[in-house]
Nanobody
Framework: QVQLVESGGELVQPGGSLRLSCAASGRTFVTMGWFRQAPGKEREFVGRIYQGSGFTYYAASVRGRFTISRDNAKNTVYLQMNSLKPEDTAVYYC????????????????WGQGTQVTVSS
């Protein structure tokens, strides 16, 4: 049974950093992605990594501030978030795909339950 479990979300001050983790159980995937959803808004793409090559791609709103990495031995993907802004406040979701995926929600087959990130002073 496939399970994605996110962790690491919490309250942080503007300008601070957080690292989110997504542990996948069951098997490995071709693409792992991160999305977020703020209150009253649609879920949006944050970034993704190809598990084999390590190639990453980010939304323009987070490029240069967020970094995705992986530990294939632990079957875990990380989202390092630096220089956080209040507009980064959202529930962050991990997603997995059995093929090369990118920015679309439909690219992904499996989703975690989400972890809350709040950026506020």
């Amino acid at each position: 049974q496939v399970q994605l479990v996110e962790s690491g979300g919490e309250l942080v001050q503007p300008g601070g950093s957080l690292r989110l983790s997504c542990a996948a159980s069951g098997r490995t995937f071709v693409t792992m992605g991160w999305f977020r959803q703020a209150p009253g808004k649609e879920r949006e793409f944050v970034g993704r990594i190809y598990q084999g090559s390590g190639f990453t791609y980010y939304a323009a709103s987070v490029r240069g501030r967020f970094t995705i990495s992986r530990d294939n031995a632990k079957n875990t993907v990380y989202l390092q978030m630096n220089s956080l802004k209040p507009e980064d406040t959202a529930v962050y979701y991990c997603a997995a795909a059995d093929r090369l995926g990118n920015m679309r929600i439909d690219d992904y087959d499996y989703w975690g339950q989400g972890t809350q990130v709040t950026v506020s002073s």
